[in-house]
């Protein structure tokens, strides 16, 4: 595994880890009120992560040109915004940052989804 292929899968490793890790300390804890951020982590971290990376690797084509590099720093970029933020967000502080990591996962899907749909066609 090679390229935008190998950065998704160190991505999606690490949030798994990550993942795991925030889990094993909620339930040691018995503090349960961020899992929706750990769920966030989890879920776009390593499951679409993961799924991007699967994608390019079957797909080398679809790996090709600046699209694939716009999708993974919009989807890092997202990733790093969203769970923090969605912390943030249920101790009561600002949802700005939340907002901003759920627009930029977001536009991470749709070029994301531009990439499947140009490589669809070829």
Known sequence: ?????????IV??????????????????GDHVLSPAHGHLNL????SFAIFG????????AG??????????????GLG????GIAMAIASHNEMLAKLGSVLTLAGML???VVVLRTIRK
């Open 54 to 61: 699967f994608y390019y690797h079957l797909v080398p084509a």
């Open 12 to 29: 999606a490793v690490c949030a798994a880890l990550g993942g795991m890790v925030w889990g094993i300390q909620m339930a040691a804890t």
């Open 1 to 9: 595994m090679k390229g935008i292929s190998s950065a998704f899968f």
């Open 81 to 84: 915004l969203i769970v923090p």
């Open 44 to 47: 776009i971290g390593w499951v």
């Open 64 to 77: 090709q040109g600046l699209l694939p590099k716009l999708h993974f720093a919009l989807s890092a970029a």
């Open 111 to 113: 070029v994301f989804f």
